[in-house]
């Protein structure tokens, strides 16, 4: 089934009397995994008040274009704190209108900024869908159906309406839909079946090496961007496996998750898995090195000072590009400098087809408006191991392809789209070669 797991939906909401089922609407996205903010325009006011929706969905409900409201509470860059709008859109994963009057999809086709919710409509770079809700005559007219043509041409999701009995005692075609169904296209919205009939395998988190049975060494990897690339290639319709180090994340929706413990462990699994896969992505922080021997019993201190003498773990990436029919190879390198030289390097030592470089401290300084790191949380890394955003910049033997700062989960869609390109244009030249 379907989910919005992680998924940032923006739910605007216009005035019309459908507008009392957008509580509904708001429980059901958030039951299905989705985190929800509300914007109401001053008509949706009218039939249903910000306090309810506030309530539902656990944020405060944003009305003004240039009110003080809760965007503190969202990620921003230090350029669009004072543009509220601008903050809303990039937060959001898909912006979905319901109901959206005829007014407003009216307001839609001319660009109109001229509210907060119009102005982020603008401003949004991810989908947009509206579902709209109107009286049959509106509905029919000819004005609202060319309305609807144009929005469509331009790429927004038009969802129903649906057929039945309407508020002002008519019936016909103009009903906003149910919100159980409305739940159910978002999200379809997210898949895109880029990915469809293939298998990919993962690697995720850190690694855990024993020193006795009480200590081991591990590093600060949460496995954020794993599971994320994880759901995301299952949203793309991969069938996937994801072998995780130990995390506190709990399994990805739809993936099949098999937890390891030390880089050992991840390199056995990842070869029982290996057979039959067509993409392999190494995104796990794998230890380069472990205990030679591990204690039988706790290690007791004795003197000033302990030596331990540490060997190579086995490199799973280049294990798995060595065999004799490698999938599609992917690898991660974090940099903190000369980011493309090192990251070129690891792509051709290693064998690989894509290098996700993860720029760390300056060493992303030329790539764009994403080197001047994010205030995300408190006390937390902005970008990298421990943060939920990060910024990546892709490498392949043809060039660079620097991916929009974004969250883990947005970044994770936009490089299964850029794998999926690949694997595809590989695919259709061996076919035509
Ligand atoms: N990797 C792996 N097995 C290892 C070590 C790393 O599969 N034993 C994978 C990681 O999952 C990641 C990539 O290799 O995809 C990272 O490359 P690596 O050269 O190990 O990066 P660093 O550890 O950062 O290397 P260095 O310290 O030399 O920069």
Partial sequence: MATLTNKRILLGVTGGIAAYKTPDLVRRLREAGAEVRCVMTRAAREFVTPLTLHAVSDHPVYTDLFGASATRELPTTSTDNAMEHIALARWADVVLIAPASADFLARLVHGRADDLLASLCLAAAGPLAVAPAMNRQMWAQPATQSNLTVLRERGVRILGPGDGSQACGETGSGRMLEPHELTALCAGLFETGELDGLNVLITAGPTWEAIDPVRGITNRSSGKMGYALAAAAAEAGARVTLISGPTALSDPDRVRTLRVTSAQDMHDAVHR??????????????????????????????????????????????????????????????????????????????????????????????????????????????????????????????????????????????????????????QSSRRTG
């Fill in 273 to 426: 898995e290996i057979s039959g896969i067509h993409i392999f992505i190494g995104v796990a922080a794998v230890a380069d090195y472990r205990p030679s021997r591990i204690a039988a019993h706790k290690i007791k201190k004795t003197g000033e000072h302990l030596n331990l003498e540490f060997e190579r773990t086995p490199d799973i990436l280049a294990s798995v590009a060595a065999l004799p029919h490698p999938p599609f190879m992917v690898g991660f390198a974090a940099e903190t400098e000369n980011l493309e030289a090192n990251a070129r390097a690891k792509l051709l030592d290693k064998k690989l087809d894509l290098v996700a470089a993860n720029p760390v401290g300056d060493a992303g300084a030329g790539f764009g408006d994403w080197t001047e790191p994010r205030a995300v949380g408190q006390g937390r890394p902005a970008y990298g191991f421990e943060s939920d955003t990060n910024r990546l910049i892709l490498l392949d033997r043809t060039g660079t392809t620097p991916l929009p700062a974004g969250t883990k989960p947005a970044l994770a869609r936009l490089l299964v789209h850029e794998i999926a390109l690949r694997v595809r244009a590989a």
